[in-house]
Nanobody, 115 residues
């Protein structure tokens, strides 16, 4: 089983991106809808930072202080996919963004915000 992120890219400051996270590989891996999903990010030379998490069934969400009010985490269990909508992006948001669910980490997707 793998977890795969997508949707990263280059965007100007003030712009938006939507990241996606979905399991791939064997269907016998895990049942996506039963697990919380979290996003983390790591900028060059910095430690990995918590960004957001959404609970099983999407009943609760939490955000890191640096992204509150700008990012929104959501999930569509019919599509086995979680999303991170990122608005009002700032150069400080530049990082590799990682998805984590059911104990699995993805390989990350690069987000670069130009000033």
């Amino acid at each position: 089983v793998q977890v795969v992120e997508s949707g990263g890219g280059l965007v100007q400051a003030g712009g938006s991106l939507r990241l996606s996270c979905a399991p791939s590989g064997s269907a016998s891996g895990f049942t996506f809808r039963y697990y919380a999903v979290s996003w983390y990010r790591q900028a060059p030379g910095k430690e990995r930072e918590f960004v957001a998490t959404i609970s099983y069934a999407g009943s609760s969400t939490k955000y890191g202080n640096s992204v509150k009010g700008r990012f929104t985490i959501s999930r569509d269990d019919d599509k086995d996919t979680a999303y991170l909508q990122m608005n009002s992006l700032e150069p400080e948001d530049t990082a590799i963004y990682y998805c984590k669910t059911a104990g699995y980490w993805g390989q990350g997707t690069q987000v670069t915000v130009s000033s």
